[in-house]
């Protein structure tokens, strides 16, 4: 069964940059979707951006100007990093393994944006 | 890209069938069959309930289904129980290679 792990800071200055580590185990990135998903506190979910296996990506249009995804295979790892972070960008993020449809997901973990 | 559009609250007796809509355009829910749903617990992260539009995965169970007309999408609850007191969250492909969530809706079993 493969579970996926978020990991980095909880805590980010306003004006500095998000970065995020999904970790896999227990499967193979190969042939797959990778995506990060948030939900800022009491609302609903926005995805922010999938990369393939391969390293091909695709970006929420609303965010495509802040954000960059990226992956490693040999460590079964991709990474978020979300630029010039406001308070609106306050959330919980979510890993999980798709496109479209997501059926493994990370516990998520919630990340501030406050001086 | 605007959220698609849920009513914001659900309620039903134990036992009951509720249905959730989900009303999107002819740019995204209308125009393909890739709508999924997902229910929300409170501190937990999503589960996926549908794929696909009416695609139940695997030990989901055969109390939910989907369906879909024009630009609406809909989730079938049957059989109401207690533990289906959560948030629902539909998603639908949107062109271009993205994705759209819906507005949410609390399910409240009575």
């Known amino acids: 069964q493969v579970q996926l792990q978020e990991s980095g800071p909880g805590l980010v200055k306003p004006s500095e940059t998000l970065s995020l580590t999904c970790t896999i185990s227990?499967?193979?990135?190969?042939?797959?979707?990778w995506s990060w998903l948030r939900q800022p506190p009491g609302k609903g979910l926005e995805w922010i951006a999938y990369?393939?296996?391969?390293?091909?990506?695709n970006y929420n249009p609303s965010l495509k100007s802040r954000v960059t995804i990226s992956i490693d295979t040999s460590r079964n790892q991709f990474s978020l990093r979300l630029n010039s972070v406001t308070a609106a960008d306050t959330a919980v993020y979510y890993c999980?393994?798709?496109?479209?449809?997501?059926?493994?997901w990370g516990p998520g973990t919630l990340v501030t944006a406050s001086s | 890209q605007s959220a698609l559009t849920q009513p914001a609250s659900v309620s039903g007796s134990p036992g009951q069938s509720i249905t959730i809509s989900c009303t999107g355009t002819s740019s995204d829910v209308g125009a393909y069959d890739y709508v999924s749903w997902y229910q929300q617990h409170p501190g937990k992260a999503p589960k996926l309930m549908i794929f696909?539009?009416?695609n139940r995965p695997s030990g989901v169970s055969n109390r939910f289904s989907g369906s879909k007309s024009g630009n609406t999408a809909s989730l079938t609850i049957s059989g109401l129980q207690a533990e289906d007191e959560a948030d629902y969250y539909c998603?639908?492909?949107?062109?271009?290679?993205?994705?759209?969530f819906g507005t949410g809706t609390k399910v409240t079993v009575l």
């Open positions: 227990g499967g193979s990135m190969t042939n797959d979707h």
């Open positions: 696909d539009v009416s």
């Open positions: 990369i393939y296996h391969n390293g091909n990506t």
């Open positions: 998603n639908s492909y949107a062109s271009s290679n993205t994705y759209v």
């Open positions: 999980a393994r798709g496109a479209g449809w997501y059926a493994h």
